[in-house]
Each structure stands twice: as C-alpha cells, then as structure tokens.
C-alpha cells in the first residue's frame, strides 16, 4: 500500500483529492497550489531575510567598539568550559 510521511494512505489521499475537487471544482484547484505555492515561497524569502539581517546584526555588534568585551567574554567562556571538559574528555 501507498504511504507518505504522515501516515497517510493511497485510499486517504484519494479521498482527500475528491472532496477537495467536490468543494472547489477542478478548475480551482491548481490557482489554489498555485496561491499555496507563492505564500510559501514568500514566507521561505522572509525568513531568510531575517536570518540574514540577525547575523549581519550580530556581526556588525561584534565587529564594532563595544565587539571586543564580547569576544573577551566568549573567549573565557570556552577556555572555562575546555578546562573543564579537557579531563573529562576521552583521549583519542
């Protein structure tokens, strides 16, 4: 039997399919994936753009005046947190 992630099997989505085609009409149907499509995509690109003005945000943060305490603190952060992990950690 077919099946998709979900769970979902042959008979489930052809029944899925004939009341979607019951309700909107056949010709509905791809203007709707096609609406689907275009507002995923456009949600994809927004996240995306945010993603990308969070870390240049973040570079710039760190790459200006008040960047070099934050690297300072990182930096004695993971030295911390090494000479702790370093007699913890298997030698290879």
Do not use: C, Q, W, Y
């Not at 009341?19 to 927004?46: C, H, N, Q, S, Y």
């Not at 710039?60 to 992990?85: A, C, P, R």
């Amino acid at each position: 039997m077919f099946t998709i992630p979900f769970f979902i099997s042959g008979g489930e989505i052809a029944f899925i399919m004939f009341i979607l085609v019951m309700v909107f009409g056949a010709d509905k149907i791809p203007e709707i994936a096609r609406g689907l499509g275009k507002g995923m995509r456009t949600l994809k690109d927004a996240t995306n753009d945010i993603k990308s003005e969070i870390t240049n945000s973040a570079e710039k943060h760190l790459d200006g005046s008040g960047g070099e305490n934050i690297k300072k603190e990182i930096d004695k952060v993971k030295d911390d947190i090494e000479e702790i992990t370093g007699s913890i950690s298997r030698k290879k």
